[in-house]
DNA sequence: CATGAATGAGGGTTCATTCAT
DNA sequence: GATGAATGAACCCTCATTCAT
């Protein structure tokens, strides 16, 4: 694990087990929500789960504040990336769609527990200032990639004419009711679901006479 | 629901000023929680935005986990008597979908903090037991509703043929993300929301070639 | 229960309303004391106990020191009374000493939840200014009556040369000891248990060669 | 009890220290608790007298609960561990008796305060869930030893024929009876009191014609 | 770097008491 | 006289954070 050749010496293999333990508290405390809920994710829980003393975590992260941003951008990092590849293949805006909802899909069921943790940090966590870490709508970022991909498909006569940002926002609505359904209904087929919303999305973004 | 012709007085308005009490507490802790998130609503800071004391609270309530589920209550009675009339006076599956989504958007707009509230309590608030007061996908119930109207529909020839479930859910998801938003862009014109909605939903749930 | 022909009206009647007000109210206290103890003896309770609501508690008594001092008075007041005829019969010291203990005993035995409440509340409740309602040692009182008896005996040859304190605090925790075990095991036999102190004590007070 | 050869230092160090502040918060709750009484041990208070601040005490011990427990627990065993070597030299059951009395009441007279506390904390003190922290009667381990100790003595001859199960009661509440007095009382000369005791149960236990 | 003992604010809750009705 | 809504203090406990070791 720990590579022999490197340019420098301390720092930078500092630097690597701070990563590494980052990675490691990141990893439990989402684990702990996760399974647990937001209100039990105490820093000692967090510490003991991921096997380090409640020290460590006050060590490497500012507060628990960032902890949990920390957890979030990871899990939407991870997501980003996993969805790339898929969506950098598609040629057409309505591919685009179709790979984005499969993609987006795909991994939430590869990642349940991930997303389990974001969605109760992000509705249920306070930061110490009160507030919100993510504000509600915060996640507009998220939907401007999707809006942008509307507009243009408004604009090569992809997509019928309708608000990109309802449009846009709704699609987000329908990922995001995903997550909790199912963890609470393992048995849900979310390949035929993607599918399903595949299909839903296509009729609801199709020019009236295509 | 409330008898017309009463004895009279003392006991009536015994009960009315409990009710009245209880209605302020809810309506503080709705309050605080729409501006400053579920993190934030102690008991005090409710209390103190009520105008009463802590004590009062824990008199009317028989703890946070009851207050937390009569705010819910009351928003879901409120908007369930709000959207009645509308939907009742639908005649088509397509029509009665079109006033769902119109009366539940006019209801948003109406009590974007009620609504606002509820979602942060739903989705955030752990009850003292752990888990949830209500269940994740516990809003199953909500949209069973939709679930029936789909199907009802699609054996009228109304609709294509789509899972129910998950366009159920999708209207959902599509509803809840709205809140939010309003909360924090209270310039989005919500009735053209609403028949962005409208027509997003006609379009997705449209026979091929009706 | 009203009688019907008394000195004068309102006054008296109140003043019987109100020794019955309080009875119904010590009575309601000792009861839950003596089931839940007194940890949960909150007013709130004793109130509901008696059919009455709490202001009525406050009303007739100073606080919650003076309706304990009054539960324990009055079981105290209540042996005493149930104890004396007994007591009284007795020509010898000696039959004294076990008239004592056969009655105390045998009250005991018709009054267990009276006598559980009373030890619940001398060493379990703590007035409001700290201390103790009757202070330890403050059943001196009580004991008092057996060292006068000790020393009567001792003077007239009845008894053997002992401390008479010592005595007669001895029977006092020979005594105290009873309730709490009658609670928990009702299969004692509380005669034959007064027989054996009786024994106990003749033997324990006897002269060498009488 | 304490391994002698062990590798070294930090660790037994560290379960020294935290042993340490178990021992000084025991004894600022039993000392708190013989002041004051139970109702005035207030977790704060008991902090404040150990000169540590409110969370230390939560830090250490599980809950209030476990706190009252230790303290008995401990008093318990200091007195079982100090009475030890006395009873074991007794060879006789009449002189087992004797030591008994002797090497209890002495503990008693060194540590008045942890007995009055102990007291206070077994009669008095109401754990969260209700009912009581060791049962009433349950202080019948405690008083089984005398069982014994009976038992023994009338098989040989040494004891007359008498219930064990009164005696060996009797004897706990002749001793139960002195630690509150002898707060309140320091003037009583405990030895000559323990003397006193030994006549007394020695004349209730002994044969007919010895 | 890591530890874990210690802090102190704040959480929800209970409850004796008061007082307008 | 009686009610019960309201108070406010005190309770135990949790927990993010700090810091000497």
Avoid at 107 to 119: D, M, Q, S
């Amino acid at each position: 694990m720990r590579p022999e050749n490197e340019p420098e010496g301390q720092d930078r293999e500092l630097s690597f087990i701070e990563k590494a333990r980052r990675t490691q508290i990141i990893g439990a405390a989402a684990a702990v929500i996760a399974e647990d809920g937001i209100g039990q994710a105490s820093l000692a829980r967090i510490a003991k789960r991921a096997g380090v003393s409640k020290g460590v975590v006050s060590y490497h992260f500012a507060g628990k504040d960032e902890l949990m941003t920390q957890v979030v951008l990871a899990v939407y990092e991870a997501g980003a990336h996993a969805m790339a590849p898929a969506i950098q293949a598609a040629t057409t805006p309505r591919e685009h769609l179709a790979a984005y909802l499969r993609s987006n899909v795909a991994y939430i069921a590869a990642n349940p527990e991930a997303l389990r943790a974001v969605i109760e940090i992000v509705s249920g966590y306070s930061p110490e200032g009160g507030g919100r870490l993510f504000e509600p709508g915060a996640d507009e970022p998220i939907a401007d990639h999707l809006v942008e991909l509307f507009r243009r498909g408004q604009e090569d006569g992809s997509f019928r004419d309708f608000d990109p940002l309802v449009m846009a926002h709704t699609v987000r609505g329908a990922i995001d009711v995903i997550a909790p359904r199912a963890v609470r209904h393992p048995e849900i087929d979310l390949a035929a679901y993607a599918e399903e919303l595949v299909a839903l999305f296509d009729a609801a973004t199709r020019g009236e006479s295509p």
